[in-house]
């Protein structure tokens, strides 16, 4: 269990909170496996007050137009279950300052979840387990999203790759030297529309061949071999239907596998596309060509390179 250490520059009264960017999904595990990528989150200052209730003060940042009651924020509604769960007999003053952009497929709203009960856990009397968590953000998520899915939650909160169940977290080993090239084009993609598009038939044909490649990209990270990973990082359910929602899509992802990615798919519900790399300088390469096959589509876009084996959210 990742318990919280406590910290000088936490004050009784006040803690700050970052949780960074994810992958979600990771093409072949669907809900259920994400990966944290350093280098872009949401930061939650939050204070604890007497009355019992969760107050949101000011919301800044890439975008600011969010739901000031707690109820209907991803972050407040978060704190609010905490609240509530925990029958603790105070509350909470909610500060965001968002650092990830909703509809970006990049874990936008689990981040403000994830950043605010770390944050709030630093302020309690007896501050609770990573994994003990894991439920208050899942309430908040649902906010978001509709569902209770903690491919993005799960990663914020351990670090690195993640599958994430409705009631566990289990961090799984990646080496250390392989990477993530996620691009972010400027196209605002909301999860709802993208869970939208998944409606339909399915064959268990495509089932099984999912389950095959989940469970080789797993063995694969376990056992350190680059070889299992790239049979498997193949997402034969999601990414059909998902594709045409994002402009430029195959040209990106074609990109990113010219330049030796094990696998490329949609991060999240896109439209951000995510490759990994067995080492830094493939990926670094690889983004330069997935962004300019954006470009081509008519879109410009953000670059992160990180190790897939990326930052737990952390107190500040």
């Known amino acids: 269990m990742l318990?919280?250490?406590s910290s000088p520059l936490v004050r009784a009264d006040v803690a700050v909170a970052e949780a960074y960017a994810s992958v979600g999904n990771v093409g072949i595990g669907f809900d259920i496996l994400g990966h944290c990528v350093a280098g872009a989150g949401d930061r939650a200052e939050v204070r604890r007050i007497p009355e019992r209730e969760v107050r949101i003060a000011s919301i800044d940042g890439v975008i600011t137009d969010l739901p000031m009651a707690a109820a209907d924020n991803t972050a407040g509604a978060s704190l609010l279950s905490m609240m509530h769960g925990l029958q603790l007999p105070f509350g909470?003053?909610?500060v965001l300052h968002k650092?990830?952009?909703l509809g970006s497929g990049m874990g936008g709203s689990a981040a403000s979840c994830v950043a605010a009960v770390v944050a709030a856990n630093a302020l309690?009397?007896?501050p609770l387990s990573r994994e003990a968590?894991?439920?208050f953000a899942l309430d908040g998520e649902v906010v978001a999203s509709g569902s209770r899915h903690g491919d993005n939650l799960g990663p914020m909160l351990l670090g690195g790759l993640v599958l994430a169940t409705?009631?566990?977290l289990v961090r799984i080993p990646v080496p250390g030297e392989w990477h993530c090239a996620l691009v972010h084009p400027h196209v605002v993609l909301e999860t709802r529309r993208a869970r939208a598009a998944l409606a339909g038939h399915y064959a268990l044909s495509e089932f099984v061949a999912q389950s095959a490649n989940l469970a080789l990209v797993l063995a694969g990270c376990y056992r350190g071999e680059a070889a299992l990973v790239r049979e498997g990082l193949s997402d034969v359910l999601v990414e059909?239907?998902?594709?045409?929602?994002?402009?430029g899509f195959a040209a990106v992802k074609q990109a990113a596998l010219d330049h030796g990615a094990f696998g490329a798919s949609i991060s999240g519900a896109g439209p951000s596309v995510f490759g990994w790399f067995e080492d830094r300088a493939s990926a670094e390469a690889a983004s330069i060509d997935m962004r300019a096959a954006f470009k081509a589509a008519g879109h410009d876009s953000d670059v992160l390179v990180a190790?897939?084996?990326g930052p737990a959210a952390r107190l500040l």
């Not at 059909?240 to 402009?247: D, H, N, T, V």
Request: no cysteine; hydrophobic share 35%.
């Open 166 to 168: 409705d009631k566990r």
């Open 307 to 309: 190790p897939i084996d």
């Open 133 to 135: 968590l894991y439920p």
């Open 92 to 94: 909470f003053e909610l």
């Open 3 to 5: 318990k919280e250490e």
């Open 124 to 126: 309690l009397d007896e």
């Open 240 to 247: 059909p239907r998902r594709a045409p929602l994002i402009p």
């Open 99 to 101: 650092g990830i952009a």
